[in-house]
């Protein structure tokens, strides 16, 4: 019942993806005489959907601590199936805030990890990359910034299919004496764990576009900021774009013959490409689709969530869990960063 | 001596900036052997330029902490002039680290000033727009931020010449609560400041290139990356751009015929227009152009340079320092960020 267009893009979305997954289960939960009808003129959705009557919503523009109140509400219970083990994940494209705060009260995080945090895909001149923490905590120590690196590698290798995927901390430069204290002291963690192999390093901002890692790493703070600086400067761009093709007849024209061409630069930076942000690190999988989604873009976060289904995510994180050196040591040197003030409901956008 | 092509382009760069500032005058320190050919060579630079002999010049990958010995280095000899009263403001095209050690070591911070920052001008959709610590502090607390704040303001009003300038304070989202104690108190401390007028909130990652504010404040960890991270997604799109209209006859010929257009469009986003960071917050003037600047560039931070001495940069920031809340209360409420470990020499590029 979440999103812009509810419910009817997630059916829509249902639609495409039952295409691509006929063997798929979907619970879909809701108001059940809204949802029926809708389902019924979609054959394809309702071969693999079952209907579960939720008959509250939880509004976009709530308090996680609201919505945490809202038992009834069809988000909450799509969670309590995750949580009883019902529904192996979640797809929602309704309130961020509330999601993540169901993800983390009611799914509850694995054992090994302390911190779940927000995956999001983006484009770059090499491929797609994998970045996280975007916004679940806004204060990390180290130890969580290197089990951000364990889950990005689960998730390059289960949705990006990559076999060993490289990882980049974020910094302000390349070099090994960059950065605060929590950076080199996850750096240093790194390289002595088992994901060693695949750590490339301190990466820039740059880097993230460039594709110089299939994984950046960073805080909550620092993501979330770079995810909107880097969207900001793509809708600069493409405003610009579409301000001096019109600007002139010369521009019209040129624009025209183009525009085969320009369309597959459409295609790249197609946002439903990239649709589908991960709660990672959960007894469950939490994927929140964009309130804005259209369906296509809405099926791309059911990919999302079936690719890591699919490929067991939640036990690569745990193998790689057990590679890290004893929490207790790391914990206990760690001073600059407050753990406890945060990961306060942010909103992706 | 310092940058990709000196002495060259900086003696180029002169020759444009008497052009626009005949009244001007310049110290030209360097190598004086190599320098005074250049010199003679271009009448309107040797106009207003007196030379100054320096015989060693700081290498662009010298650690900060080695340059600081080199004690006839072409860039010491300028910040000495400075120091010393006999010039207002420093432009290098030199080693980055170097220039921001010498500036906070030897030109010294202004007495009511905790922290220099690195102030830099980039495009948005609402004209240019101020963002400042762009990494001469990696970590910093409330009371920081907010002399940032003064800082960005007096440099918008000076440099861009606005009456007015808005301020945001960046973080996760716009709404009061959200992010980390330290941005929660610093917007507080600019509520209850003379710059409260003035002061817009907090804004996101996109709200830089929207031109949401004026002036973007935030620490020098969050700001070097989103700097680097907005330019990593420009240049994407410049590269992606290309590809296309490289990739078929139809977008050969569009290009052709809408390249007028587009030329606007790269004049707009020219890193050239942007050239000229400014440490700020010193008892004088230092202006870091970019390494690899043309000419133009370089003509660039001389205007930036002239702009702020012009308009008397200094004495509205201390106008403004004045009006901010006590710092001894501020700073003794402010536990987060350890502001003891930070500002090691960050490369802006």
């Keep these: 019942?979440?999103?812009?267009?509810?419910?009817?893009v997630v059916l829509d979305g249902l639609e495409l993806a039952a295409e691509r997954h006929p063997k798929a289960r979907i619970l879909l939960v809701g108001d059940e005489a809204r949802l029926a009808p809708l389902l019924e003129q979609r054959k394809r959705a309702a071969r693999i959907c079952s209907l579960r009557h939720a008959p509250d919503a939880?509004?976009?523009?709530?308090?996680?601590?609201?919505?945490?109140?809202?038992?009834n509400a069809s988000m909450r219970v799509a969670i309590d199936a995750v949580a009883a083990g019902e529904a192996s994940g979640v797809v929602s494209a309704g309130n961020t805030g509330a999601l993540?705060?169901?993800g983390k009260i009611v799914v509850?995080?694995?054992?090994?990890?302390?911190?779940p945090a927000l995956a999001a895909i983006g484009p770059s001149a090499r491929g797609d990359v994998v970045m996280l923490d975007m916004g679940a905590n806004i204060v990390c120590n180290a130890r969580n910034l290197v089990e951000f690196a364990v889950m990005g590698d689960a998730f390059a290798r289960t949705v990006l299919g990559l076999p060993e995927p490289s990882i980049g901390l974020l910094n302000v430069g390349s070099e090994e004496l960059k950065g605060d204290d929590r950076v080199r002291q996850a750096a240093e963690m790194l390289r002595e764990s088992g994901l060693a192999g695949n750590f490339h390093g301190f990466v820039e901002g740059h880097d993230i576009t460039a594709g110089t890692v299939d994984v950046v790493v960073t805080d909550g703070f620092t993501g979330n900021v770079a995810l909107k600086t880097g969207e900001g400067a793509l809708k600069l761009m493409i405003g610009l774009l579409k301000q001096v093709f019109a600007s002139s007849a010369r521009g019209k024209l040129g624009y025209l013959i183009a525009k085969p061409a320009l369309d597959q630069l459409r295609a790249f930076i197609d946002p439903r490409r990239y649709n589908g942000a991960v709660?990672?690190?959960?007894?469950?999988?939490?994927?929140?689709?964009h309130g804005g989604a259209d369906a296509v873009g809405f099926a791309h976060a059911v990919d999302v969530a079936m690719d890591m289904v699919?490929?067991?995510?939640?036990?690569?994180?745990?193998?790689?869990?057990?590679?890290l050196p004893p929490p207790r040591s790391a914990t206990a040197e760690?001073?600059?960063a407050?753990?406890?003030s945060a990961g306060s409901g942010v909103e992706l956008r």
């Design 1 to 8: 019942m979440g999103g812009d267009n509810a419910p009817d």
């Design 58 to 71: 939880i509004p976009g523009d709530m308090k996680p601590t609201a919505a945490l109140r809202l038992r």
């Design 100 to 102: 993540m705060a169901l």
């Design 108 to 115: 509850k995080a694995l054992p090994e990890i302390d911190r």
């Design 279 to 289: 709660l990672i690190g959960l007894n469950g999988l939490v994927v929140k689709s």
């Design 310 to 323: 699919t490929h067991r995510l939640n036990e690569r994180i745990r193998e790689k869990l057990a590679t």
């Design 334 to 336: 760690i001073g600059v």
């Design 338 to 340: 407050d753990p406890g």
